[in-house]
């Protein structure tokens, strides 16, 4: 079942400027994974964050995470045209043995 | 690096007919999953499997089949393809279940006519 909502669903922003997208799901979490789609290909793995994490970074990926508030968010620092992809957060609920995946945030980004 | 393959990048079938859809993964992963993806619904699980011979129904089973002989290689087998089956299929495989990273293939996408 599909859990992890990502919003805003589309953005467009120029380069060189960060982008936010977040994430929000409905149960209690093991750990929440962040994986970018370029169009029409397989996903790739960006960041994983553990459900007694607060915050993690990666390069110009800065990923948080509120389990009080089943939330977590996505920070592109420095944004380059290659950034353009789709966005998705996957979450997997404690005793489960499968990702569930949100619908995907698209992110446009203006050379 | 890991690198997850799959058979056929573009597929077109007709109604009716049998489809296999063939992924390998090169990292002697335990776990295979078999997702579709669909604009507006994300990705839904298909089927998965933990071992060799072993496979668990993910969300949406029906209409599909899996094999899994050998570690490396996860089929998805559509037994009458459907023009609802038409997709993006994406397979992907990892190490410890769903609790560590996933590694994906590009992708097949399948169109029945």
């Known amino acids: 079942s599909q859990q992890g909502e990502e919003d805003p669903q589309a953005l467009s922003i120029q380069e060189g400027e960060n982008a936010t997208m977040n994430c929000s799901y409905k149960t209690s979490i093991n750990n929440l994974q962040w994986y970018r789609q370029n169009s029409g290909r397989g996903l790739v793995h960006l960041i994983l964050?553990?459900?007694?994490?607060r915050e993690k970074h990666s390069g110009r990926l800065r990923v948080t995470l509120d389990t009080s508030k089943k939330s977590s968010s996505l920070l592109i620092t420095a944004s380059r045209a290659a950034d353009t992809a789709s966005y998705f957060c996957a979450t997997l609920p404690p005793g489960n043995n499968r990702l569930a995946f949100g619908k995907g945030n698209q992110v446009v980004v203006i050379p | 690096d890991v690198k997850v393959t799959q058979s056929s990048r573009y597929l077109v079938k007709r109604t009716g007919e049998k489809v296999f859809l063939e992924c390998v993964q090169d990292?002697?992963?335990?776990?295979m999953f078999w997702y579709r993806q669909d604009p507006g619904l994300g990705l839904r699980l298909i089927y998965f499997s933990y071992d060799v011979k072993m496979k668990e129904k993910g969300d949406i089973p029906e209409g599909y089949s899996v094999s899994r002989e050998k570690k490396e290689r996860f089929s998805l087998i559509l037994e009458s393809a459907s023009t609802n089956q038409t997709s993006m299929y994406l397979c992907?495989?990892?190490?410890?279940?769903?609790?560590?990273?996933?590694?994906f293939g590009p992708g097949t996408r399948l169109t029945v006519l």
């Open positions: 990292m002697d992963h335990e776990n």
């Open positions: 992907a495989s990892s190490s410890a279940g769903a609790r560590d990273t996933q590694y």
């Open positions: 964050i553990r459900s007694n994490e």
